[in-house]
């Protein structure tokens, strides 16, 4: 290993503020207590250099490190005590390895004398996290702190990223030695990651898209983490095959090019999901067929050969038996992809699609007709007050679906939210932590009021930290998804889903940050740009419609083209029609 | 079918926990797992056998191993030529009077008694998972009262020169390695 020139006599705390300064850290999202104590005093002479968040609870901080990681391709950094500190951030942990975002998790941890004693505030958190952590870290000796920390830091944002955890006793942070950062490479025999495409891969990828006669390009996240937006935009418009993006997916592709169809799944696009089943190829890009995407199964796409390019080896064949595994990052693939494709339109393929697309129904709630707010409505029209040119973040629910069917995104790393683990009370703190990125991008908050009152001491943070953030909650009184589910599912028996809220303008009021109060349509845009003017977070409240569902969707587990559409005829009032339907 | 595969791991704490912890997590079933020192200090070498019928299935498992962190190499040495061993010790509940009996059914089936005395033996044997089985089998006449058997270890035989190792070998010839590891689970 390499040598850092400088060398100088620090204490562990000491360490881990020099490490993450050799890591470009500049903010920490984190909570003090006992057995971190020792470095949050030395945080005292690194101020200057990285700005501590103190959040009101551990799991915000990961999440904010999570917001902050997905905003800007950084590495999240957050820090708590341990015990009940480290096991907070559990959720938040695994969130990240869900949705594959870098995230280091520094916990103090009780001093080495007294581990397996259950000591006071003790917990085996490397052992709890090792299946929700890329991987996790016990220091027990002060000379492996500073290659442990690199080693974590290599860890998290190499390969597929995922999050890391590093558990640091008490005494081994207040014992001291010689600071020496490695620079050398990172030595880890069982870390493998791909290199340069293969030449007969690229080759039978070529064969089989000039082969092609219905073929459909997916971009999922690893899109978005391999930064090869434009290189499956140029795959796309070459060989005139359209894509669908996944939901964690959006933003990697502008959804105003005309060769993007839209979202995938089971609140996706019905016309991309009947392409989906229609088509004789798949090229999967950074995706990992989730079975919120795939449905059934057994009738999934039948026709198709599918090639699947991923970063991860363990994810070829888990959920979807496909014909060409290339594992390669997907920039890199592409690049060696692209130039050996043949020029082509599909123009009957793109015909039956764009015949499909004027199906849908879809849209239509945007054309009520009633002045009550539709969450399909308020979401447009966010869309609309940002130009798009925002960074959304959402929380969990009915408002996350219509989020990504009515907010069109033009840009990579616009849109954050927890797909895969789907955590309610994520929007907030990794929208805070996301408005650290330094973005000259408005940050919208999306959430509903069932995920709000998850995590909503973070609006303390927020006021504490003076961040420009908007909030809209979409208040609709209910756990909606799940009402929705039991509208369908249940026979409209609604268990615990009917909410009740806190008054959203008085607690603003209370946590001293803007709030407003929105009912009728009218006063969105207007609310929007109060809103905008405000200098530190806003929020405001949309009072929509309570049993509104989201449409088209498909059941869990059911065949992909088989869409529950909107069952209201667009012409009548479709208010009505909702209420009515919500009781039946 | 049973899949054996031979794992070299670093020797850290926790490496056994993170193991089982991904067959658990990924519902893959385990049939037995051996860990001990390898020849190189700071390593261990594992025979893991795991019972996927799917070959699909056994690729997930062999990738998965992989993709941990602390795992250096996984080899699986299912239809490989191969040494297997299982080690085991049997005590039996007997008065001197079946000594004799009990004697000839163990040298029979190439086993040894290692201790005998008040009113019990110890049988101790090795050999592949079969003959092991065969041996309780033909001992189970008499009073069995405790069997600890040591679960498969396995090498294969010959110098290797695929060593599945891919630390050693160059970039192309990894990214080679890992297209032939995915077809020989998937596409077969």
Known sequence: ?584 | MKQTLVVLVDDKPGILNRISSMFRRRNFNIESLVVGSSETPGISRMTIVANEPDSTKRGNIYFNLLNLVNVISVEDITSLPCINREYVLIKIHAGSGKWSSIGEVTKNNGARIVDMGKGSVIIEAAGEEKAITELIENLSQFNIKEIMRTGKIAMRIGVSQDSDNIVSESQEDAAHWAEKKIISYFNS
């Open chain 1, 1 to 584: 290993m390499g040598n850092s020139t400088s060398k100088k006599v620090l204490t562990g705390a000491e360490i881990i503020w020099e490490c993450l300064l050799q890591e470009k850290v500049s903010v920490v999202f984190g909570y003090p207590g006992g057995a971190i104590l020792p470095a949050y005093d030395a945080l005292t002479k690194y101020k200057d250099q990285i700005h501590h968040v103190l959040t009101r609870h551990e799991q915000g901080a990961t999440h904010m490190a999570d917001g902050y990681a997905r905003a800007s391709g950084k590495v999240g950094v957050a820090i708590a005590t341990s015990g009940p500190g480290a096991t907070n951030m559990i959720t938040g942990l695994a969130t990240a390895m869900m949705d594959s975002s870098p995230i280091v998790c520094i916990t103090g941890q009780v001093s080495r004398s007294v581990i397996g004693s259950d000591a006071f505030q003790e917990i085996d958190i490397s052992g709890i996290a090792m299946p929700i952590t890329k991987h996790s870290y016990l220091i027990m000796d002060i000379r492996e702190l500073a290659s442990t920390i690199h080693e974590a830091f290599y860890v998290a944002k190499t390969g597929r990223p995922g999050p890391v955890l590093i558990d640091i006793p008490k005494d081994v942070q207040n014992e001291s030695i010689e600071f020496v950062y490695p620079t050398s490479r990172i030595e880890l025999p069982g870390y493998y990651l791909p290199q340069s495409p293969l030449e007969n891969q690229v080759k039978s990828a070529v064969e089989l898209i000039d082969d092609a006669k219905k073929p459909i390009i997916f971009a999922g996240h690893g899109v978005l983490l391999s930064g090869a937006s434009s290189e499956i935009i140029e795959l796309s418009e070459k060989s005139g095959v359209p894509i669908a993006t996944t939901l964690l997916g959006i933003g990697s592709v502008p959804d105003s090019h005309p060769l993007v169809l839209g979202m995938m799944g089971m609140h996706g696009e019905a016309w991309v999901n009947r392409a989906i089943q229609e088509a004789d190829l798949i090229i999967a890009c950074g995706m990992r067929f989730d079975d919120r995407v795939t449905g059934n199964l057994k009738t999934y796409s039948p026709h198709s050969k599918k090639i699947h390019i991923d970063i991860d080896l363990s994810e070829f064949n888990k959920n979807v038996h496909v014909d060409l595994p290339v594992h390669c990052d997907v920039k890199i693939f592409l690049k060696a992809l692209n130039p050996q494709i043949r020029e082509n339109n599909h123009r009957s393929w793109l015909k039956s699609i764009s015949i499909w697309q004027q199906d849908s129904h879809q849209r239509d709630i945007i054309k009520t007709g009633s002045t009550t707010l539709m969450g399909a409505q308020v979401i447009r029209k966010i869309w609309e007050g940002t130009k798009g040119d925002a960074i959304v973040v959402t929380d969990v629910g009915q408002h996350q679906m219509l989020e990504a069917q009515y907010f069109n995104h033009e840009k990579p790393r616009t849109l954050i939210t927890s797909g895969g683990l789907g955590t309610m009370g994520f929007s907030l703190p990794a929208g805070i932590g996301a408005s650290f990125y330094g973005s000259d991008k408005e940050v919208w908050i999306i959430v509903g009021d069932g995920s709000i009152q998850m995590t909503i001491m973070e609006l303390a943070t927020a006021v504490q930290e003076h961040v420009n953030i908007n909030i809209a909650i979409i208040n609709n009184g209910y756990l909606g998804m799940v009402r929705q589910w039991q509208q369908m599912f249940y026979d409209a028996r609604y268990a615990e889903t009917p909410i009740s809220s806190p008054d959203y303008v008085k607690v603003s009021e209370a946590y001293g940050l803007s709030g407003q109060r929105v009912t009728h349509i009218d006063e969105i845009l207007p609310a929007m740009k109060q809103a905008q003017h405000v200098n530190g977070p806003s929020l405001i409240e949309f009072v929509v419609e309570q049993h509104d569902m989201v449409y088209p969707m498909v059941p869990s587990g059911a065949d992909l083209h088989q869409m529950i559409y909107r069952p209201y005829n667009n012409n009548s009032d479709i208010l009505k029609q909702v209420k009515e339907e919500a009781v039946k």
